[in-house]
């Protein structure tokens, strides 16, 4: 497990890397950039001791929406998606594997200190009902890392790296695309949390981690009990 840990943190090394050049560049805007938003509804609740998520995401200016069910076990969260983008519909089980959380500077009484860094990652299967579509697996590494600035309100940011294979996907172990977000999370009252960020989603590594998309996104999050 430590070896895979430290593969882990490698490939996001490179990740961060791809991403801190790719920021650099004064490149044109992408002919996407800021067209669409996407929204996110969430619902958390405990069922027979076990911590249940259902979330909903549309996108503005998009025909993409999805509704997804997760239940998380200890340090695993199992889900279930379907999503439907123009026309194609697509079923997505995802497993979710939490390998750190850190919580940094925390006091001499073992209160939580203000800087979090968790360490992740995910594997889905993507199936599609539309005839010509392969479907294909997805793999990607997480990372985020927040800092608490006030009791309520904590400023995120997270790097995602995925890697495709399978049918119609090159199997290699080169970095498809990166999907980055900077946020903050307001909590509203003990139950309630609002997100709002920015997406910034780069190319692959082939593509030199050039900008795909900017794009602003929002999560409600509330707790039943």
Same mark, same amino acid.
């Given at each position: 497990?430590?070896? &895979? ?9 490179? !990740? ?10 004064? !490149?044109? %805007? ?28 549309? *996108?503005? =200016? ?6 997804? @069910? ?5 340090? @695993?969260? @199992? %889900? ?8 194609? =519909? ?9 390998? +750190? ?13 203000? +800087? ?5 990652? #995910?594997?889905?299967? #993507? ?7 392969? %479907?294909?697996?997805?793999? =990607? ?33 080169? +970095?498809?695309?990166?999907?980055? *977000?900077?946020?903050l999370s307001i909590k509203l009252g003990?139950? %309630?949390? &609002? ?15 050039? =900008? ?9 999050? +509330?707790?039943?009990?």
């Amino acid at each position: 497990m430590q070896r &895979f840990k430290s593969i882990l943190i490698g490939m996001l090394a490179v !990740a961060f890397i791809g991403t801190v050049f790719g920021c650099k560049e004064e !490149a044109a %805007a992408a002919s996407t950039d800021w067209k669409k938003s996407e929204h996110n509804w969430n619902v958390k609740w405990n069922q027979s001791g076990y911590d249940v998520g259902l979330n909903v995401r549309n *996108q503005y =200016r998009s025909d993409y929406d999805h509704v997804e @069910l997760s239940v998380n076990i200890q340090s @695993l969260t @199992l %889900a279930v998606r379907a999503a439907e983008e123009d026309g194609d =519909r697509e079923y997505r089980p995802k497993l979710t594997h939490s390998l +750190i959380n850190w919580n940094l500077l925390d006091d001499a009484e073992g209160n939580d200190g203000p +800087i979090n860094l968790s360490l992740g990652h #995910r594997i889905e299967y #993507r199936y599609y009902e539309t005839d010509g579509k392969d %479907a294909n697996w997805r793999y =990607r590494g997480i990372a985020k890392v927040g800092l608490n600035v006030l009791d309520n309100v904590n400023i995120w940011a997270k790097a995602q790296p995925r890697f495709e294979f399978g049918e119609g996907k090159e199997d290699d172990f080169k +970095i498809d695309d990166i999907k980055n *977000q900077v946020g903050l999370s307001i909590k509203l009252g003990d139950n %309630a949390t &609002f997100s709002p960020y920015v997406e910034y989603l780069m190319d692959s590594q082939d593509n030199d981690f050039e =900008r795909k998309e900017l794009m602003v996104g929002t999560a409600l999050t +509330i707790k039943l009990n």
